[in-house]
């Protein structure tokens, strides 16, 4: 068999090697002539899976390394008996790293008290989720939205006009679509910012087309957005200057680039393709994900914003675009390590039972 795998996949170097022949390309090269002959793709959202990549090729199999799916067709999957996978949950950890790092930003050096604010969280799925319990241990308000979950289960949900008329932070954590009962295409338009009545901080690390650049523009300019924080833009990666310029914080689609995210989202791909062509590997876990120094931080205090900034400092990845954003898809290529709060033990000197508890409920070691 063979097996095309985006090169930007980590951990995945000759696990497939001894079951099948394996080429490696990069996520746009890969092509309808790379997987003409091809058996299975392992790839990331770079490669769009569409008729015009697979209609005349021999794949069977798709694993997406990630949560998103969208790069995917899946009618045509579905009519040409193509299966495909993604990674629910697989870098939920690392997305909730980001917010909690932008929180941190806001709190110690833009003057916000964050346990003060009401956070509206769009989207309360795999991330949305570790957001909430995040935001809930620092003690803020927090409303959730999330539609589809609210028609299965019913609960404390509200709509999303309401976060927007009531939340001074909102952050979003949706899959793209424009097909379902509850498209989220441009989710943020001119209509629904003109919604906004708190001047929120806004926040997307989803997908970029959940906002409409020119309408979040014109918000901005308008000051019915207060600070904007993207990780995610419409036509990644030829994004939007302006719209760069005008963000507090704008990162490079990297919150869910932790090292425990990728080796997640990789080893889920792995056993999926395993399952599907019954290959040994159906317990497959990288070995060598590597830590970082020092593994042990030191809080003096109780302030816990300045642990979250101790693991992971989003504001150097936002100057990092912001001073060389044609640099785009390479600062994403060669991200440098970083690992999420579960790695850590935190060495606690003002050391009280409460304090050591909230710790923990962040994901540390204590």
């Not at 989710?187 to 650049?213: A, H, Q, W, Y």
Request: hydrophobic share 40%; aromatic share 10%.
């Amino acid at each position: 068999m063979k097996i095309v795998i985006d090169d930007k996949i980590p951990f995945i170097k000759g696990v497939f090697e001894p079951y099948a022949d394996v080429v490696y390309a990069g996520g746009a090269a890969i092509d309808a002539a790379m997987v003409s002959d091809a058996d299975a793709l392992v790839i990331r959202t770079r490669t769009k899976c569409n008729a015009a990549l697979l209609k005349d090729s021999s794949v069977k199999f798709i694993a997406t390394a990630t949560i998103g799916h969208d790069h995917i067709d899946k009618n045509f999957c579905r009519e040409n008996g193509i299966k495909w996978t993604n990674a629910p949950g697989c870098n939920s950890g690392s997305v909730m790293q980001y917010i909690a790092s932008v929180l941190a930003v806001l709190q110690l050096r833009n003057g916000m008290d964050i346990k003060n604010q009401t956070i509206g969280i769009v989207g309360v799925g795999n991330v949305g989720s570790k957001v909430e319990k995040l935001c809930r241990n620092l003690g803020m308000d927090v409303l959730l939205c999330d539609p589809p979950r609210q028609e299965k289960e019913g609960g404390d949900f509200i709509s999303f006009e309401t976060i927007l008329e009531k939340a001074g932070i909102i952050t979003f954590h949706v899959p793209l679509d424009n097909e379902s009962k509850y498209p989220t295409f441009h989710m943020l338009n001119d209509s629904t910012c003109r919604k906004l009545k708190n001047r929120p901080v806004v926040i997307n690390s989803s997908r970029g087309e959940v906002f409409s650049t020119e309408a979040v523009k014109r918000a901005l300019n308008e000051e019915l957005i207060s600070k904007l924080i993207l990780d995610v833009w419409e036509e990644e990666p030829d994004i939007d200057m302006d719209l760069l310029n005008e963000v507090l914080i704008g990162t490079p689609h990297i919150a869910g680039y932790s090292a425990d995210g990728k080796a997640n989202g990789t080893s889920m791909s792995v056993i999926a393709i395993s399952e599907f062509f019954n290959l040994p590997l159906r317990n497959w876990y990288p070995d060598d994900v590597p830590g970082v120094d020092p593994g042990e931080l030191e809080l003096k205090g109780n302030n816990v914003f300045e642990l979250f900034l101790q693991t992971y400092d989003v504001e150097v990845d936002s100057d990092r675009l912001k001073y060389e954003p044609e640099k785009f898809e390479y600062f994403r290529g060669s991200y440098p390590l970083r690992r999420e709060f579960g790695f850590f033990t935190v060495n606690v000197k003002n050391n009280t039972p409460e304090l050591n508890s909230k710790i923990r409920n962040f994901g540390f070691s204590v």
